[in-house]
Nanobody
Framework: QVQIVESGGGLVQPGGSLRLSCKAS????????ISWYRQSSGKQRNVVAT???????TYAETVKGRFTISRDNAKNTVFLQMDGLKLEDTAVYYC?????????WGQGTQVTVSS
């Protein structure tokens, strides 16, 4: 059974940092493209960053230069290092795993940026 578990969220002040983790099990992790999405209250879910099977990364313009995505295939884990957090980064963060014909989502982790 495939399981995706996001963790590392919490409450942080503007300008602070958090490191999110995404642990996957029950799948051939190295063959999956992993993204981080976020969804703020009342808004649609948007992609934040993606790392593909080859390790190539892409970022949304809103987080470029502040967030860093990385993957550790030996640990079936993807990380999202978030620095310089802003109020507008407040959201639930998800890390779907995708490959052709398959898509798996976790329950998300809440990130709240507030003074």
């Amino acid at each position: 059974q495939v399981q995706i578990v996001e963790s590392g969220g919490g409450l942080v002040q503007p300008g602070g940092s958090l490191r999110l983790s995404c642990k996957a099990s029950g799948l051939d992790f190295g063959n999956y493209c992993i993204s981080w999405y976020r969804q703020s209250s009342g808004k649609q879910r948007n992609v934040v960053a993606t790392v593909n099977r080859a390790g190539t990364v892409t970022y949304a313009e809103t987080v470029k230069g502040r967030f860093t995505i990385s993957r550790d295939n030996a640990k079936n884990t993807v990380f999202l290092q978030m620095d310089g957090l802003k109020l507008e980064d407040t959201a639930v963060y998800y890390c779907p795993a995708r490959r052709t014909g398959f898509e798996h989502w976790g329950q998300g982790t809440q990130v709240t940026v507030s003074s």
